[in-house]
């Protein structure tokens, strides 16, 4: 994504209901991509989460599970070829976006 893209605040049909994020978890395994979004501080965190889902199913239409650090802007998505396991991490968030909902317990990753 060039700049301009970066600067564009989060619009569309694909938004947050795609994803559950939770804070204080982060998915851990091998990264298919990873962006920064420019001028994360002047927007809110809710703006920023819906552009890394946007931005992330744009370019990745399979993306599963995404990370996002809201100290830095950055965005990762994990490669659904690879098997991802969820840790604790307090500054980051992370979302399953395959099955548009937060798994619960019975769920296997």
Not at 11 to 29: M, Q
Not at 36 to 63: F, G, K, W
Request: proline residues 5%.
């Amino acid at each position: 994504a060039d700049e301009d893209d970066l600067n564009q605040t989060a619009t569309g049909p694909l938004s947050a209901e795609f994803c559950d994020w939770r804070e204080g978890v982060v998915y851990f395994g091998k990264n298919l991509a990873e962006f920064y979004i420019a001028d994360h501080e002047n927007n809110t965190r809710e703006q920023m989460l819906d552009y890394c889902v946007e931005n992330s199913l744009a370019n990745y239409p399979n993306a599963a599970q995404l990370n996002y650090w809201p100290l830095t802007g950055r965005c990762v998505v994990k490669d659904v070829q690879h098997a991802v396991s969820l840790k604790p991490l307090a500054t980051a968030w992370a979302c399953d976006v395959a099955s548009g909902a937060w798994p619960d317990e019975s769920s296997s990753l």
